[in-house]
Structures are given as C-alpha cells and as structure tokens.
C-alpha cells in the first residue's frame, strides 16, 4: 500500500505544472481573439506561479504546443523566435493564421492539432539604453494562459461542458513595445533597390491604417510631387541651357552673315576669289548662312552681277543642298528649298513643285506656285492647268505683284476660262480685266453661264468693266434665272455700257422688280443712256399708274451723285 500511494504522489508531482494555468487579461493590441476549434482535448487547469528557462526547455521536450506570442507584422515575429532560440536554444517555428492577419511563435509546431496548446508568454529584462523591455528578470517566464481546448470534458457522460473562460488563440505574449532596439534596425535598413523600386519591401508598398482608414495613397502622392518637382528641375536646367545656346547661336549668325555680306560684295566686284568661300562651304553650319546671305544679296541684283553670283553658289554645289531640302518630307524645309532654288535660278526641284500644288497645306501650295512662275522658262502659268485645289485671293494677289515686280510675260488667261477649278477660273477673269484683254470676250460670254454663282457674279462684272456689249443679250436672258446679287450686277453692269436696245427691259425691271435697289440700279442705267434714257425717266416720272416719282427724282438729282 505504501509503495501504491508513493507512486500516485510522484505522478501528481509530475502533472501539477500542466494543471495551473490561468487567463489573464489582454490589453496588447498585437492580440487577436480566436473562435475556431481544434481537435478535441481535456483542458489542463493548473501551472506553477514561474516558470524558469530550464523547465521550459524541459517542457519543450514534452508532448505539447507551445505558443509564445502572436504579432501583426511579420518581422517582430523573427525577431522575437530569434531571441526564443538563442535564449532557449531549441527549433522555434512561425505559424502564419489562414487569414493571414496574425504571426504565431510556436515550438513544437508540427504537433498542432493532436497535442494540446499552451500558451505561455515570455518577457526580456529591461535594456541598457533604457528602454523597456520586460516586466520579469532574465530568463524568467512567466505563467498567463491557460490551455486552449477545443472542448472540454465534462463529469457527465454524454454531455458537453461549455469552454468557459476560454480566451483567444494568443495573448499579450510579447509586445511590440518589448522588442529591443535590433528589430526595428532591421526594419529600417534600406537599401537603393528596395526604397525607389515598387517591389520586395518597399515602403513605398507599406499600408498604414489611421483610424482604421488607409493612407497608403499618401505614398503615391509623395511620389508625385517628388517626381514633379525633380521634373520642373530638370525642365528648368534645360531650357536655361538651350536658351543660353540660342543667343550665343544668334549672335554668332549676325557676325557671319556682317562678314559673309562684305566677303560676298568683294567677290562680285573682283576684289576676292572663291578660295575663301570654299572653306566656309566646308563647315555645315556656316555652309547654310552662306546660302542664307547669298539669297538675300541676289534679291537686288540684275544682270551680270547676278549671273556671276548663280556660278558661285553652283561651283561651291550649294544647290545640292537646296533640291535636298526641296525634296524633304517636312514642310518647312521644302518651303526654304523652294525659295532658294527660285531665287537661284535653278529648276531640278521643278517636279517636288509640281506635287506640292495640290498639298493641304496652303503656305506650301503657295511657294510651289511662286516658285514654279519664277522657274519656268516659256509658260510661266502652265501649273494652273494642274491645280485642283482651291486657289485663295491672297495666292492671287501674290501672284499677281509677282508680275508686276519681276516683269514675267502675261500668258493670255482666256485658256484656263474653261478650267473644271471655279477658283482658277476667277483668277483668270480677275487677270483678263487687270491686263485688259479684249479678245477674251467670247470665252468670257461662256462663263457668264457658269454654273458657279461665284463665277458668273464676277464675269458679268467683268464684262461690264470692260465694255464688252456682246455679252448684253446673254445677260438679258439669263436675268430670271439668277440669285438676286447676280441680277443686281447684271444691271450695274448695263449701267456701265449703254444701249438703247435695253432699254425696253430696263423700264420692265422699273416696273416689275419690288426691290428698291434693283430699281434705283436700273433708274441709272436708263439714265447713262443720254437724252433718249432721261426723256424716258420724265415720262415714267409723269405717270400715275406708279409711284416712281420719289426714284426717279432720286437719280436724276444732281446733288445727289
């Protein structure tokens, strides 16, 4: 019997420091409660008061899980097993949660689920620096937690004993505040991949919650600003340097173009030879102000001066870089290889002028026609045969001081009368009325027919400017067939070469038309008629049957016009 009750004392000795542990209260925040079960096991109910590092690494040994503590970020977690197993020196493993929002320390962990769980917290003495680190001596451990069951066993056979009392998966373990001062040197250690590539452990990819809210689009916006502030910099660097190369390049070509200007001037009057052009010819740079100065001194030059300036610039071959810029696919450049081209007389860039006459772009259209009248050799017009696009005023015009300035042969403009281009077609009436020339009237009376409005406005108007009385029956036949603007020239243009044989349907239009200044238009032309025409206008004036009185009073009053 002695021997029986030594043996179930020794075995109660050896089990009372699975029996005492108690639930303390949790206050960390690093804590996280747990509803979930695990496998079925009798609850332990005690522990003695303290347990030291020895009995826990004895307890270790044992048929047990052990779980020191559970954090929210994962490095706290390896910086406290880091320190569990130099203290300890025993295997500590990290157990992350299925929801990924929890860092467990365990030993033992490959016993989960089929032995039970002890949760012991541990804390570190206090640091030399004086921060605090524990609230216990070193290597002492403390007892806080009692084993989580997943369900207890209860005196009565068949029923459950409802887990009183029963905590959360972790307790307040080990604090983040209880971690010493290497954990968070490990944090902060950065390097240049990991700090400004999004990627690894970035902070640019740390999520901060405040107020339960995330800012981590604060980062985001840092690098923004960052970003634009480093490209207003570099923005500001660079146009402050190119500024700079401006007007140095500036006044580098106000001082060549000064020396090129007298160089050139020497040369024409036989006070310089062409060994010094040639090494100017040979730099780029200075090679195009060259052509540059050339260009504008050829403007005032006539006769031999400028045939001996044309030799110059083709034995230094600077033609060759006009037809290349002639032939560029930018815009810009075929325009300036236009021009030099055509003030230097030469015409291998001809046909790029050609295809240019019908580009969208209007400035271009425009060099390629001035250039093309400059250029041709017989029939400075022939382009207009080949312009389909619309021909504006202000190309017209130009066209038309460029006559005048260089004294270019006027080509007879009748032929493109019958263009299928309503705007080439004005440019020629516009041209027959300017040189005054008359043999164009039977082409001239086709296109009082035309079916542009536009064009048949302007040839009556043209016709009537220049007296052609042929075209007087065409425009009497086709009045009821007009707009009203077109009728309204119609009579001016009566008005502007008088014939009694009109003046039947002039007192018709008097009499019929209800618009004032159609009346007043043809009161005038009856009156350009002479005596016949102002005998008439009295009679109308006399009659009752209208009240033309206040009209014709109008035109015959000399104070008037």
Request: glycine content about 4%; charged content about 25%; overall charge neutral.
């Amino acid at each position: 019997m002695r021997l029986l009750q030594a043996i179930s004392i020794a075995v109660a000795l050896t089990c009372s420091p699975l029996y005492g542990i108690t639930h303390p209260e949790i206050n960390n925040p690093e804590t996280v409660a747990m509803s979930e079960a695990v496998t079925t096991i009798t609850a332990l109910s005690s522990f003695p008061s303290e347990l030291t590092v020895d009995g826990l690494t004895s307890l270790s040994r044992g048929n047990f899980v052990i779980q020191m503590g559970a954090f929210r970020h994962r490095a706290y977690a390896e910086s406290f097993r880091n320190r569990l197993e130099k203290m300890l020196g025993v295997d500590v493993d990290i157990d992350v949660k299925e929801d990924g929002s929890m860092f467990r320390v365990l030993i033992n962990s490959a016993l989960e689920g089929t032995a039970p769980c002890l949760y012991i917290p541990v804390s570190f003495p206090e640091a030399a620096g004086g921060a605090v680190a524990s609230r216990r001596a070193s290597g002492s451990i403390e007892k806080r937690q009692a084993v989580k069951p997943s369900a207890a066993v209860s005196d009565t056979p068949g029923k459950k004993e409802e887990p009183a009392a029963v905590l959360a998966d972790t307790v307040p373990a080990v604090t983040e505040d209880t971690i010493d001062e290497q954990a968070p040197a490990e944090l902060t250690v950065r390097n240049i991949k990991n700090l400004f590539f999004l990627k690894g452990d970035s902070p640019w990819l740390t999520r901060y919650n405040y107020f339960g809210k995330s800012v981590a689009l604060v980062n985001a916006l840092i690098f923004t600003i960052i970003f634009s502030f480093a490209t207003m910099l570099i923005l500001l660097v660079i146009i402050l340097l190119n500024r700079n190369r401006m007007e140095k390049e500036a006044k580098l070509r106000q001082y060549l173009l000064e020396s090129y200007q007298s160089l050139i001037i020497d040369y024409l009057f036989g006070n310089a030879g062409t060994e010094e052009f040639r090494k100017i010819a040979s730099d780029d740079y200075r090679r195009q102000v060259l052509i540059d100065q050339m260009i504008d001194v050829s403007v005032n030059l006539k006769g031999s001066s400028e045939e001996k300036l044309m030799k110059l610039y083709n034995e230094l071959e600077l033609d060759r870089d006009s037809v290349a810029r002639a032939r560029s696919r930018r815009w810009h450049k075929r325009i300036k290889g236009f021009r030099e081209l055509a003030f230097m007389g030469i015409r291998e860039g001809n046909d790029e002028m050609l295809k240019s006459l019908n580009s969208r772009n209007e400035i271009l259209r425009m060099e390629a026609q001035i250039a093309l009248v400059r250029l041709s050799d017989k029939d400075h017009f022939e382009f207009l045969s080949q312009m389909k696009r619309p021909f504006s005023l202000w190309e017209q015009i130009t066209l038309h001081d460029l006559i005048i300035q260089h004294e270019i042969p006027v080509p007879e403009f009748q032929r493109w009368l019958s263009s299928t281009n309503p705007t080439v077609v004005m440019f020629s009436l516009r041209m027959i009325r300017e040189f005054k020339q008359m043999d164009a009237e039977p082409e001239l009376r086709k296109s009082l027919l035309h079916r542009d409005p536009r064009v048949s406005k302007l040839a009556v108007e043209v016709a009537g400017d220049l007296g052609m009385k042929t075209t007087l029956d065409t425009m009497k036949r086709m009045y009821k067939f007009q707009e009203y603007n077109n009728c309204l020239e119609i009579v001016r243009s009566m008005g502007k070469m008088p014939e009694l044989s009109m003046l039947g349907f002039l007192k018709l239009v008097l009499d019929k038309e209800d618009d004032v200044q159609l009346q007043i238009e043809a009161v005038k032309a009856i009156e350009n008629m002479g005596e016949v025409g102002v005998q008439a206008l009295v009679k109308v004036m006399k009659s009752e049957y209208k009240n033309y009185n206040i009209i014709v009073r109008h035109v015959l009053d000399r104070r008037i016009y």
